[in-house]
């Protein structure tokens, strides 16, 4: 249900204190004022801390400075005469005693009146005593068909109003954004050139990445990384490169569902956050990341917010890459923190998302201790698929070394022995392999010369790789992925050298 039909819903059950996280204040009040309209000519009126009531002739002022007043306005209108009464900024008063009080004593007035109070907030801020007596409604960023018109009737003015795929990545663009924020910027841009330029969109998604960081919440990533940065893991690489084209029109018309996401399961260093990276710069898609206790606040409802928040802002961009890294720290041992019920709450409403999304959001979930993860995070349809990333084998580590060494050697990457490099690094993951040659360019640097095989070989012996380390826990986790609970990420075995010997 989209908000003007919720709004409207509420409307006519008289709901009688209505609470709109945004910080669109201008886009939000002009949807309230047209349903309210719509609704038989309602009457609004707006109330903040400074100026007091507007909309009203006759009290005009009325309450400014005191948001007591302001409620107590109610009691002037006649009480058959419908109104709306939206109230700005008015978290900041809950915990007052007198105000709270006041709150739920109008909720039970105006279930007999045709009134409804409208409480903006950029945040949901709700005390424990009034949480039974405000309804929350979430309120959307602009989507694409609203960015558009917009985008249109600013640059009315230029005499160059871009067009066809210049127009299209300009709104893609600007998803995500307030309807402020993509005012501001556009006017950046006009301002600079007297015109939006193609470079412009460049400028656009700067303001995005500040914004995203803003939200404390999610961060925007750069996708840099690419699928053939991927030693190994032919199978999952297969996988994503036959989706390439899945979120295109042309998918849409031959029948294909958006893809929903997977889940990259295995130790650490084996290359599951490398992958998410590589997925959105192969599928041409922005990259965000969350990291999952951001979502949780102190305050009653926060954390809820925070994860509706979270969700809207990555619908708002879509299609995307949402980037949930080690999923399995943050809902380990659910139901057993003593929270509240709030982390039960956060997860129900995660995975409620995750099966019910119709959004071309994309989510990459990994974990290194698939045990700890409640069994309604792997049940299907909330991913596409799960996929085991093991250790490397030999011939995936001759890969990896092989990516690597192209890149800080690629004139004399013959010179270096790597078919003899796999084979000395039996359990070695990924990200110790590339310790590995960093620790080797050390040795060389330290000597005034080029690093060689036998300087590799040589920091090779000096690390203990995880597999040695974590043995019991890494065993009970190729043999859960051996157990045909997920598909294998390579094509090889799954086992590593060494586990494989002892089993």
Same mark, same amino acid.
């Given at each position: 249900?989209?908000?003007?039909?919720?709004?409207?819903l509420l409307?006519r059950a008289r709901?009688p204190?209505?609470y709109i996280?945004? $910080?669109?204040?201008e886009r939000?009040?002009?949807a309230i004022r047209?349903?309210a309209?719509?609704?038989?000519n309602?009457?609004v009126?707006?109330?903040?801390?400074v100026?007091?009531?507007q909309?009203?002739p006759n009290?005009?002022?009325?309450?400014?400075?005191n948001?007591l007043?302001a409620?107590?306005?109610?009691?002037?209108l006649?009480?058959?005469?419908?109104?709306?009464?939206i109230l +700005?900024? $008015?978290h =900041?008063?809950l915990?007052?005693v007198a105000?709270? =009080?006041?709150?739920r %004593?109008?909720a039970?007035l105006?279930k007999s009146?045709p009134? %409804?109070?409208v409480l903006?907030?950029?945040?949901?801020a709700i005390?424990d005593?009034l949480t039974?007596?405000l309804t929350?409604?979430?309120?959307? /960023?602009?989507?694409?068909s609203?960015?558009?018109?917009?985008?249109?009737?600013?640059?009315?003015?230029?005499g160059?109003?871009?067009?066809?795929?210049f127009l299209?990545?300009?709104v893609?663009?600007?998803q995500?954004?307030?309807? #402020?924020?993509?005012r501001?910027?556009?006017a950046?841009?006009?301002?600079?050139?007297?015109?939006?330029?193609p470079?412009?969109?460049d400028l656009?998604?700067a303001?995005?990445?500040?914004t995203i960081?803003?939200t404390? *919440? /999610?961060?925007?990533?750069p996708?840099t990384?690419?699928i053939?940065? *991927?030693?190994?893991?032919d199978?999952l690489?297969?996988?994503?490169? =036959?989706?390439?084209g899945?979120?295109?029109?042309?998918?849409?018309q031959?029948?294909?569902?958006?893809?929903?996401?997977?889940?990259?399961?295995?130790?650490q260093?084996t290359?599951?956050?490398?992958?998410?990276k590589?997925?959105?710069?192969?599928?041409?898609?922005p990259?965000l990341?969350?990291?999952v206790?951001?979502?949780?606040?102190g /305050?009653?409802?926060?954390?809820?917010?925070?994860?509706?928040?979270m969700?809207?802002?990555?619908?708002a961009?879509?299609?995307?890459?949402?980037?949930?890294?080690?999923?399995?720290?943050?809902?380990?041992g659910?139901?057993s923190?003593?929270?509240?019920?709030?982390t039960?709450r956060v997860?129900?409403?995660f995975?409620?998302w995750?099966? #019910?999304k119709?959004?071309?959001?994309?989510?990459?979930a990994?974990?290194?201790?698939?045990?700890?993860?409640?069994?309604?995070?792997?049940?299907?349809?909330r991913f596409?698929? *799960?996929?085991?990333?093991?250790l490397?084998s030999?011939e995936e580590r001759?890969?990896?070394?092989?990516?690597h060494l192209?890149?800080?050697r690629?004139? %004399?990457?013959?010179?270096?022995?790597i078919? +003899?490099?796999?084979?000395e690094t039996?359990?070695?993951?990924?990200?110790?392999i590339e310790?590995t /040659?960093? #620790?080797?360019?050390?040795?060389?640097?330290s000597? %005034?010369?080029d690093?060689?095989?036998?300087d590799?070989?040589?920091?090779?012996?000096?690390i203990i790789p995880l597999?040695r380390t974590?043995l019991?826990?890494?065993q009970k986790?190729q043999?859960?992925?051996?157990?045909g609970?997920?598909?294998?990420a390579s094509k090889?075995s799954?086992?590593?050298?060494?586990?494989? +010997?002892?089993l």
């Amino acid at each position: 249900m989209n908000f003007r039909d919720e709004f409207k819903l509420l409307l006519r059950a008289r709901y009688p204190l209505i609470y709109i996280p945004t $910080y669109e204040e201008e886009r939000v009040e002009a949807a309230i004022r047209e349903e309210a309209t719509n609704q038989g000519n309602r009457p609004v009126y707006t109330w903040d801390f400074v100026d007091g009531y507007q909309g009203s002739p006759n009290d005009v002022g009325f309450g400014k400075r005191n948001p007591l007043q302001a409620l107590e306005f109610v009691e002037k209108l006649t009480a058959a005469a419908p109104a709306v009464l939206i109230l +700005r900024d $008015y978290h =900041r008063f809950l915990d007052d005693v007198a105000i709270a =009080r006041k709150l739920r %004593n109008l909720a039970k007035l105006l279930k007999s009146q045709p009134k %409804n109070i409208v409480l903006l907030s950029p945040r949901v801020a709700i005390p424990d005593d009034l949480t039974e007596v405000l309804t929350v409604v979430e309120f959307p /960023l602009p989507n694409a068909s609203e960015i558009k018109m917009e985008v249109e009737r600013l640059l009315q003015a230029t005499g160059n109003p871009p067009v066809g795929k210049f127009l299209d990545d300009l709104v893609r663009s600007c998803q995500g954004l307030s309807m #402020e924020r993509i005012r501001r910027v556009l006017a950046r841009g006009i301002a600079t050139h007297g015109q939006l330029e193609p470079e412009d969109v460049d400028l656009v998604l700067a303001e995005k990445r500040q914004t995203i960081r803003q939200t404390q *919440i /999610l961060d925007f990533y750069p996708a840099t990384e690419e699928i053939t940065d *991927i030693g190994g893991l032919d199978n999952l690489k297969d996988w994503l490169i =036959r989706r390439g084209g899945s979120f295109s029109e042309k998918a849409r018309q031959y029948g294909l569902p958006y893809p929903r996401g997977l889940m990259l399961v295995g130790i650490q260093g084996t290359g599951k956050s490398l992958t998410a990276k590589a997925i959105a710069h192969h599928w041409h898609l922005p990259l965000l990341r969350l990291d999952v206790g951001r979502l949780f606040g102190g /305050l009653v409802g926060e954390s809820e917010s925070r994860t509706r928040q979270m969700i809207q802002v990555a619908e708002a961009l879509a299609p995307c890459i949402l980037w949930i890294d080690e999923i399995d720290k943050a809902f380990s041992g659910l139901g057993s923190k003593g929270d509240a019920g709030t982390t039960s709450r956060v997860f129900g409403t995660f995975i409620n998302w995750l099966a #019910e999304k119709t959004s071309p959001v994309f989510v990459v979930a990994t974990a290194n201790d698939i045990q700890a993860l409640p069994p309604e995070m792997l049940r299907k349809g909330r991913f596409d698929e *799960i996929f085991f990333v093991g250790l490397p084998s030999q011939e995936e580590r001759k890969a990896i070394f092989n990516v690597h060494l192209s890149r800080l050697r690629p004139h %004399n990457l013959n010179s270096y022995e790597i078919e +003899r490099l796999a084979y000395e690094t039996p359990d070695f993951s990924g990200a110790e392999i590339e310790q590995t /040659l960093i #620790e080797a360019m050390h040795i060389g640097f330290s000597q %005034n010369r080029d690093f060689t095989t036998d300087d590799i070989l040589e920091a090779a012996s000096q690390i203990i790789p995880l597999a040695r380390t974590a043995l019991e826990q890494i065993q009970k986790l190729q043999e859960w992925a051996a157990s045909g609970r997920a598909r294998l990420a390579s094509k090889y075995s799954p086992l590593s050298d060494r586990i494989q +010997r002892q089993l």
